[in-house]
């Protein structure tokens, strides 16, 4: 299967800008949804009732997207990006005007899904179609600014979800992704033109039933470990051996598949390896450890939830101004592969930073390690998608951009689930030495502000202790995961990448 390369040529610059915009708006209307929801989840419980049910709010949302990330890479591959972005978009916006209209929870919940499914496929052409508008070291720049949608999403969601929840109503937040959504759609339908692939595709059945069986194993097993099941409940590892079981089949049906959702020989090329690799390992340390900064500070330092999230700005700025310097850099100099052994580098530094932290560090001091933190990991951020999409094969732009993201998507869920496990495991031998028996609160309750606000002053003060300590181990943890990112990201070949357009 060949794709011609001048189809693009036939689009001015300032069109592809536009439609690079519209790809801005996308990203970010998917991104947005994913953290606008907290705040507003508890005036839904009280509206639609069903408590019981409320973790598939969003349970349901990352599991679909989850499943379509790599499909949908696919997807596009054989049929064209501007079918699989426009079936995101219309999806996306259909889903959220029917999340706004939910008249159970039942309801939500299925219409969460769909509105993931459709995420899937937003998140995946975003870097698809950036590729084959620009050149490689031009596509670099424009990745870099792509950062700029998760930034926006992790501190303006929150915020945007209590505004609208206060002031209008839940429905709200899933209506204020039409405007976006009628924007990336006007500007792709009047502005992206791209070449279609000249063969009939040949669609891998198998390998999409087993791929899909084996991530919904893995994203329930990290959703539900340690907080819904136990970790040794037959639940937990029934899950983890059908993982296991699942993506072994995968691996086997796609070595004979004649189009792989993610080809094999894609995997035998050492740029996309480490690629993948250093996302995983991007994904857990960068994001999976960051998770809990808010914690810390609502536990430990006594902030309250709105405040915690907006700690977190100084590791978004350092992100962003990372990226976008890589993205710069690499437009200039068409030099990447020392920036994830940097990234995982600094990153390292960061995360030994963090460790030190306890009861008494200042805020100003926090700032800085999160912002070390921040700019180790958008070094790599955007550039492991470069490099990806540089070692593959045109046929392959959209199997290996979904790749790299879909391994960085499983390494923030397993950091996630296994980091959660080791905070909790040690805030319960901590809380024990420093706090009298009979008054020793479970990790679920110590981390609630109605319960803290209860507590008495010394009980208050061993909590934030054991926390802090717990917190420690924590990220002392990532220190080793860091140390395979480096040691896998020194082995990047240096591979040329194209002039500018």
């Known amino acids: ?52 049910r ?5 349970t349901a949302y990352v599991l679909a997207t989850s499943v379509t990330v790599p499909l949908s890479g696919r997807l596009g591959d054989l049929f064209g990006r501007r079918p699989v972005l426009l079936t995101g978009l219309i999806g996306f916006l259909a ?19 769909v509105q993931g499914a459709a995420a899937g496929c937003l998140m995946s052409s975003m870097f698809a179609v950036t590729g084959e508008l620009f050149e490689p070291r031009e596509r670099a720049r424009y990745q870099g600014y792509s950062a700029l949608t998760f930034a926006v999403s992790s501190i303006g969601g929150p915020l945007a979800g209590g505004f609208l929840t206060d002031h209008a109503s839940w429905r709200w937040v899933f209506y204020v992704n039409m405007p976006l959504g009628l924007a990336a759609t006007a500007l792709t339908l009047a502005f992206l033109r791209l070449p279609k692939p000249d063969r009939r595709p040949r669609i891998d059945y198998a390998g999409i039933v ?11 097993l990290t959703s539900w470990a340690g907080t819904r099941y136990g970790w040794r409940s037959p639940e937990i590892l029934a899950l983890a051996a059908g993982s296991a079981v699942l993506f072994a089949a995968w691996v086997l049906v796609e070595r004979r598949a004649a189009e792989a959702i993610i080809p094999p020989r894609l995997f035998r090329d050492r740029s996309f390896a ?62 990447y592969h020392r920036l994830p052994a940097a990234s995982m580098a600094i990153s390292a ?20 390690y999160m912002t070390v933190l921040g700019f180790g990991a958008g070094l790599s951020q955007q550039v492991v998608m470069l490099i990806a999409q540089n070692a593959a094969p045109k046929r392959d732009l959209g199997a290996a951009g979904s790749g790299v993201f879909a391994s960085r998507m499983l390494g923030t869920a397993a950091g996630m689930a296994v980091f959660g496990g080791i905070v ?5 031998e901590e809380i024990g030495r420093r706090v009298p028996a009979g008054s020793v ?47 896998a990201a020194v082995l990047l070949k240096n591979v040329p990448l194209g002039p500018r357009e």
């Open 274 to 335: 480490v690629a993948c690799a250093v996302a995983a390992v991007g994904g857990a340390t960068g994001f999976g450890l960051a998770t809990y900064l808010p914690m810390f500070f609502q536990v430990v330092g006594g902030a309250g939830a709105t405040e915690s999230g907006l700690l977190l700005l100084p590791m978004m700025i350092g992100l962003l101004a990372a990226s976008m310097g890589a993205g710069r850099y690499i437009a200039r100099t068409g030099r």
């Open 54 to 58: 409320l973790a598939w709010v969003s």
């Open 349 to 368: 530094v960061g995360v030994a930073l963090l460790a030190t932290m306890d009861v008494h560090t200042g805020l100003v001091t926090a700032g800085l």
């Open 1 to 52: 299967m060949t794709i011609t390369r001048d189809a693009p040529a036939k689009m001015t610059h300032r069109h592809r800008v536009l439609v690079f915009g519209g790809l801005m708006l996308a990203g970010l209307m998917s991104s947005l949804d994913a953290t606008v929801l907290g705040t507003a989840l508890p005036t839904i419980v009280g509206d639609l009732g069903g408590l019981d």
């Open 95 to 113: 889903g959220s005007a029917a999340c706004g209209a939910a008249p159970s929870m039942d309801a939500l919940i299925a219409f969460r899904a």
């Open 441 to 487: 609160p479970a990790f679920g309750d110590a981390v609630r502000p109605e319960v803290l606000d209860t507590l008495p002053g010394p009980v208050r003060h061993g909590v934030a202790e054991a926390f802090a300590q717990a917190f420690s181990d924590l990220f002392l943890t990532g220190l080793p995961l860091l140390a395979a990112g480096l040691a």
């Open 424 to 428: 909790s495991s040690r805030f319960a």
């Open 210 to 220: 087993l791929l899909g069986a084996a991530v919904t194993c893995f994203t329930l």
